[in-house]
């Protein structure tokens, strides 16, 4: 895969050392190194801020939410009948 844009930013130089050296003991470029952790903490990041964690009991009332009859409040139906939304 041919990369196709940049990334740059600034360390101070104790900070790049201690980045370099870590990349070494694992045996990869530094540039490989960094964009791997960036890229783990990214997802992480998305994983944390994207998803939602319920509980047992959580998960089962909105699973029973989720059975009952669709019924629209008075807001809805308004939309709805002014065309705003579509059934």
Excluded: C, H, W, Y
Excluded at 1 to 28: C, E, H, Q, W, Y
Excluded at 46 to 67: K, P, Q, W
């Amino acid at each position: 895969m041919t990369a196709a844009a940049r990334l740059d930013f600034r360390l101070n130089p104790a900070d790049k050392a201690r980045i370099s050296r870590a990349a070494d003991l694992r045996g990869v470029p530094l540039s490989t190194f960094v964009r791997d952790a960036v890229l783990r903490e990214a997802e992480n990041v998305m994983a944390a801020e994207l998803s939602v964690t319920l509980s047992a009991e959580e998960s089962r009332r909105f699973l029973a939410a989720l059975d009952q009859p669709f019924a629209p409040n008075a807001r809805l139906r308004k939309a709805m009948e002014r065309g705003l939304v579509r059934r």
